[in-house]
């Protein structure tokens, strides 16, 4: 059995699943040991020449009905046994997906997907096989092998005894080899985790492999990782196999003991009054056979508790993966986000990093205003998103939503009051009116279509065959750049958010498009705080307040105009933007 914090609990949760199949499978043993009986009955009254008609009609129904009796428990057990280990794991599955829409952005930045991905799929199956098959092993062991063993014993102490010493050689090679195979079964899954890793970064690449001829390089590097899967692999079977083959090896050595004292026995009593009959040998021998599977099962069972425990270990350390994004004790709750901002003197830091990221922020965002937010390529613009987002823990103070301190805010509230346009867009692999109405469910089909119409995307998705219900490729790989900026919009643009966040949100349209999707937002957004991340001035020139940032400080504030006047940074930036947009024959 395996027992651990996170799984305990389903012992009396399924408590009764498992009694049912316990008792179903106890009654399966029992009938099997019944037909040993009958067989060596028959045999008995066939030597003595006692078997008539009348009786061999008796044990053909008696075997009937242990037939039927073996049938229905069997069915039994396995629906509450193995059904039982779908349920868990359904339930463990659950819990981890809950715990990890909790972590942070810290923990994911220090995981792989493809690691993870092994979690929920090879090590849940690992630990759904000890629940089961393993469950069923260690009660057919405990059970049917102690009553074959009794029944062996009644027949004759001596052979049973001799047999029962390969026994105990088995258990002690079973504990010791369970060792190894547990830390080789570990090394086997973080080598599928490494595979995984590469294979999946390499899908998502494909394009840019392709883009540098560098097909060859990436299949060698491949085969490399491949081949220590492999030999992981390899060296893990190489163990369990011997444990196999040395369980097979005392079986073996246990027949050939008990068919030489049993032969022997039998020989001595013929023309004897002695007791062990030719009907005792096949029984004693039909006991052995029922024995057998359990002996078998012992080798199985260390293994496969071997990768249980493996597994849940990882999948335990991933469920203790503390929470570092919470509700404070403490939480302020309040009916409405209004979309007032007060940055008071915030600095901050990355999780584990030294270097301050940003540094003594203070300015003020008032409720309805469109801000501009600009600075060249790390001077920290998504960082301040990020704090704003809730995404990791500042001190007291340093950042307030409508006077209150965010740390002190109900992180559901925080979220609910924001729209969000990323940086890097994410679309889903779904059809597109799913990924517009991402925010809410049962949105009115005319919604979507506005919102497209406001993000400027709504002439390119009737361009498509299926329109709404067009399906995207996984991440939107069917989508261009620009068209994955615009449903993103759309779809922050559908929640009417009190405060609006877009991070670079316009980098991959035309400026010609950027324009009408600025102007629609004027009108949409009216008294509602917007807050814009630009590269391009033509994004932020006519927000209430734009706020430069360089090298994670404030170092100008105002207006376009008042920036173009009193910062020289700023100016600079317009003056070769425009130039820029002059020689491509726009303006700016």
């Keep these: 059995m395996l027992f651990g914090k996170h799984i305990n609990k389903y012992y009396l949760k399924y408590g009764i699943f498992f009694l049912i199949g316990l008792i179903a499978l106890i009654v399966v043993d029992f009938a099997q040991l019944e037909i040993p009986d009958i067989i060596g009955s028959i045999i008995d009254g066939l030597e003595l020449s006692t078997l008539d008609q009348a009786q061999v009609v008796i044990f053909v129904k008696e075997l009937a009905?242990?037939?039927?009796?073996?049938?229905?428990?069997?069915?039994?057990?396995?629906?509450?046994?193995?059904?039982?280990?779908?349920?868990?794991?359904?339930?463990?599955?659950?819990?981890?997906?809950?715990?990890?829409?909790?972590?942070?952005?810290?923990?994911?930045?220090?995981?792989?997907?493809?690691?993870?991905?092994?979690?929920?799929?090879?090590?849940?199956?690992?630990?759904?096989?000890?629940?089961?098959?393993?469950?069923?092993?260690?009660?057919?062991i405990l059970i049917l092998g102690t009553l074959a063993f009794y029944k062996m014993y009644q027949l004759d102490p001596a052979i049973t005894f001799f047999a029962a010493i390969p026994l105990v050689l088995i258990a002690f090679l079973a504990t010791y080899i369970s060792k190894i195979t547990g830390k080789k079964f570990k090394a086997r899954q973080q080598s599928y985790e490494d595979l995984s890793d590469f294979t999946q970064e390499n899908f998502y690449g494909i394009s840019v492999i392709k883009a540098f001829v560098n097909e060859l390089r990436e299949i060698r590097a491949f085969a490399k990782i491949n081949k220590v899967n492999q030999e992981k692999n390899v060296s893990y079977i190489k163990a369990s196999t011997f444990l196999n083959i040395a369980v097979e090896m005392f079986i073996n050595v246990i027949r050939v003991i008990m068919l030489g004292i049993g032969a022997y026995l039998v020989y001595n009593a013929i023309g004897t009054n002695a007791v062990f009959s030719i009907g005792d040998l096949t029984r004693y021998i039909a006991y052995f056979g029922t024995l057998i599977w359990p002996m078998m099962a012992v080798g199985r069972l260390i293994n496969m508790r071997a990768q249980a425990k493996a597994s849940l270990d990882r999948v335990s350390a991933f469920l203790d993966a503390e929470v570092e994004i919470h509700d404070d004790r403490e939480v302020v709750n309040v009916d409405k986000i209004e979309g007032k901002i007060t940055f008071n003197n915030l600095t901050f830091k990355y999780p584990k990093t030294e270097k301050e990221v940003l540094k003594n922020i203070n300015f003020v965002i008032e409720k309805g205003q469109t801000v501009g937010i600009i600075g060249r390529t790390g001077s920290g613009k998504t960082t301040l998103v990020d704090v704003m987002l809730r995404l990791y823990n500042l001190k007291t103070n340093e950042l307030l939503i409508d006077d209150y301190d965010i740390m002190k805010l109900p992180i559901k509230t925080i979220r609910n009051a924001i729209g969000y346009v990323p940086q890097e867009n994410f679309i889903f692999s779904d059809v597109i009116k799913n990924n517009i109405s991402f925010s809410t469910d049962n949105v009115d089909q005319e919604v979507i279509k506005q919102m497209a119409i406001y993000s400027d995307i709504h002439d390119n998705i009737i361009d498509f065959p299926n329109q709404y219900d067009t399906l995207v490729g996984e991440r939107?790989?069917?989508?261009?750049?620009?068209?994955?900026q615009r449903i993103s919009i759309a779809r922050a643009l559908l929640k009417n958010p009190e405060i609006l966040i877009m991070d670079d949100s316009f980098s991959a349209v035309d400026t010609k498009t950027e324009e009408q999707v600025i102007s629609n937002l004027r009108a949409l957004r009216a008294g509602k705080t917007t807050i814009v991340i630009a590269h391009r001035i033509s994004t932020i020139k006519s927000a209430d307040q734009i706020v430069f940032?360089?090298?994670?400080?404030?170092?100008?504030?105002?207006?376009?105009?008042?920036?173009?006047?009193?910062?020289?940074?700023?100016?600079?930036?317009?003056?070769?933007?425009?130039?820029?947009?002059?020689?491509?024959?726009?303006v700016i």
């Design 65 to 140: 009905i242990i037939g039927l009796i073996i049938v229905l428990g069997r069915f039994f057990w396995r629906i509450f046994i193995f059904g039982t280990s779908w349920r868990i794991d359904f339930d463990l599955r659950n819990k981890m997906f809950q715990h990890a829409e909790k972590l942070s952005q810290t923990y994911y930045s220090e995981k792989k997907s493809g690691g993870l991905m092994a979690l929920f799929i090879n090590d849940l199956n690992a630990i759904r096989m000890a629940f089961g098959p393993g469950l069923l092993m260690l009660f057919d």
């Design 476 to 484: 939107g790989v069917t989508l261009s750049g620009g068209q994955k």
């Design 549 to 586: 940032i360089e090298n994670g400080e404030i170092i100008a504030k105002g207006t376009h105009t008042e920036l173009l006047n009193s910062c020289k940074m700023y100016r600079q930036m317009v003056i070769h933007q425009r130039l820029e947009a002059e020689l491509e024959g726009e």
